[in-house]
């Protein structure tokens, strides 16, 4: 007399589409680990904020750039409405180097002689700034008195 023979799996945990589970169906199977989304989710928020704040940081420093470009450019403005508000007893030639004063009664002298060449007759004007005669009849600030406030005057 033979036995039927009775399968010890459980017919709820076979498939015939081994392939379609998510988990190994038997010993040999690749080990399958489930993602730890937390961790997934950490990483990729890490790395956004790593380039957003580098890509940031980048526009800020061309911003910064603009705006020191911005303050000398309008430095030269200022300096320039002085210089040629100015006494000078001459002609300024494109790209030679003059010297500006402010004299005890508030007005300018723009002057060939730098503050240093003064010697004993030296006169009792305040160094205002070193400048350069620029190709569109600007003036650019080659040494100024850190004194001086461009912002107020003109």
Do not use: C
Request: zero cysteines; hydrophobic letters at 35%; a negative charge.
């Amino acid at each position: 007399m033979s036995k039927k023979f009775e399968n010890p799996i459980d017919p709820d945990k076979i498939t015939e589409n081994p392939n379609s589970l998510e988990y190994p169906h038997h010993a040999g199977s690749a080990i399958v680990k489930p993602e730890d989304q937390g961790r997934v989710k950490g990483n990729a928020i890490s790395a956004m904020e790593h380039q957003t704040d580098m890509q940031l940081s980048q526009i800020y420093q061309q911003m910064q750039l603009l705006a020191d470009q911005a303050k000398q450019l309008n430095d030269r403005k200022v300096i320039s409405e002085i210089i040629y508000g100015a006494e000078m007893r001459f002609e300024p030639l494109i790209n030679h180097v003059y010297h500006l004063y402010e004299k005890q009664d508030t007005a300018y002298l723009l002057s060939l002689i730098a503050p240093d060449q003064w010697g004993r007759s030296k006169k009792s004007f305040e160094f205002v700034a070193t400048v350069r005669l620029l190709a569109d009849h600007t003036w650019d600030i080659l040494e100024k008195n850190e004194e001086f406030d461009f912002g107020t005057s003109s």
